[in-house]
């Protein structure tokens, strides 16, 4: 664990890093908290050959049942969790091991919207991957995106109805923006999620890794 500034405030995260230098990427969690799973995405990131922190947005809370975990998302401030998220990139940014100085961002579930907005509005980032949360994007939204953004969706996920990811992929066509969006029919919301087996889908998860590594490795690398 470690600390780093957010908008003169000082925020936690946790931080994986490989040998020698590396580019950056922000790991932002689901709606549970920053548990042992968003640790363990850190950490393969960080065996694949990158730097990686997760910013601890609920500040040390995680929850264990969905009742919890959804109090603790309704409590979350959006524009603290912005000023984190911007913090845990200009962290990256500054430490001498991160090379070429480049930072992703990937989030899941409620972070997966959080990455889309840093998409939107954050600074200093140079690729955005969001899985199932990139929320409806305005065109005015679509103009802002500052980075390519590989949006990945679960097929049966009923929070994203195919028309939600049409209207994006179409309103970040019409802005020129990089983008791919990747759908996996049988995959469920949260399918990346190997702690939950009732929801965990491998040959999904294991092609959107595959992915992620990739978009990382061609905007970072």
Known sequence: MVEFKANGDMAPGYLARPEGNAPGVVVIQE??????HIKGIADRF????????APDLYRGHVAKEPDEARKLAMELQYPQAMKDMQG??????????????????????????????????????SAAVPFYGMTALSEEDAAKVSVPVLAIYGGTDQGFPPELREANDQKLTAAGKP??????PEAPHAFFNDTRPHIYNKPAAE??????????TKYLK
């Open 31 to 36: 709606w549970w908290g920053l548990d042992a």
């Open 46 to 53: 960080a065996q694949a050959g990158f730097v990686a922190i």
């Open 88 to 125: 845990a990139v200009n962290y990256l940014l500054a430490q001498p091991f991160v090379q070429p100085k480049k930072v992703g961002i990937i989030g899941f579930c409620m972070g997966g919207r959080l990455s889309g907005m840093m998409a939107v509005s954050g600074q200093n980032l």
């Open 179 to 184: 983008h791919e969006v990747v759908v996996y």
């Open 207 to 216: 092609d959107a890794w595959k992915r992620a590594l990739d978009w990382f």
